[in-house]
């Protein structure tokens, strides 16, 4: 059971490239997530996805787009990549905390992207 | 804008000591829950609380919420250097359905000394 799993690791982009990131989960959740992490800053939601088929902007979505072509991947693409969009992203998906009514997050390791 | 503000920024303790780490938040919860970043990793689910709860426990940890002064507390007692991580809050907010759409503080870097 490998959870959620991301590819690359790592990138280094130039300014202007384009490249997708790939999330995969195992797990038969709904719910998929990206987000991006900076210093100082937390996490904070690109877009996100409730199901096969479906996806929705989060806090931070311009400069991103999503695809939810099947339910265990999550595809998050940067179609002209900036030096703001340097980051770590981390794909997410959920589950529903029994009894509370609450989603639990579970997270990928990460893929460090530097937009040069 | 972020939802939860936590403090310290960072903390350093000796292993066996208790770590404290705070949150607060602005808007209305369903819940709140904690994880932990370890270095280099993805973050990993400690302990939910709703928002209708004041206190829950789990091994180690224990979580206070005060709804009234939109606050949560993380206590990690005895602690060990494996302990040593970046702590995060994050809020379910009421209105609607959220499926799930947690916004995120800026974490605690706790650090255990052997």
């Known amino acids: 059971n490998a959870g959620v799993t991301q590819t690359p690791k790592f990138r280094v982009l130039k300014t202007g490239q384009s490249m997708t990131l790939l999330c995969a989960q195992d797990?038969?959740?709904?719910?998929m997530y990206w987000y991006r992490q900076d210093p100082g800053m937390g996490l904070r939601l690109i877009h996100y996805?409730?199901?096969?088929?479906?996806?929705a902007k989060g806090e931070v979505p311009d400069g991103y787009n999503v695809s939810r072509l099947k339910k265990q991947n999550f595809l998050l693409g940067l179609e002209s990549a900036a030096p703001s969009q340097t980051s770590v992203y981390f794909c997410?998906?959920?589950?529903?905390?029994?009894?509370?009514?609450?989603?639990?997050?579970?997270f990928g390791a990460g893929s460090r992207l530097t937009v040069l | 804008s972020q939802q939860g503000e936590e403090d310290p920024q960072a903390l350093s303790i000796q292993e066996g000591e208790n770590a404290t780490m705070n949150c607060s938040y602005k808007?209305?919860?369903?819940?709140l829950q904690w994880y932990r970043q370890n270095s280099g990793r993805g973050l990993v689910h400690l302990i939910l609380i709703r928002s209708n709860e004041r206190e829950k426990h789990s091994g180690r940890l224990r979580v206070t919420l005060d709804t009234s002064k939109k606050s949560s507390s993380l206590l990690i007692t005895a602690s060990r250097a494996a302990d040593t991580a970046s702590y995060f809050c994050a809020t379910d907010k009421t209105g609607g359905t959220s499926y799930g759409k947690l916004t995120f503080g800026q974490g605690t870097i706790l650090t255990v000394h052997p």
């Open positions: 797990m038969n959740h709904e719910y």
């Open positions: 808007t209305s919860i369903n819940n």
């Open positions: 997410a998906s959920s589950y529903s905390f029994p009894g509370a009514g609450a989603n639990v997050l579970t």
């Open positions: 996805s409730v199901g096969e088929g479906t996806t």
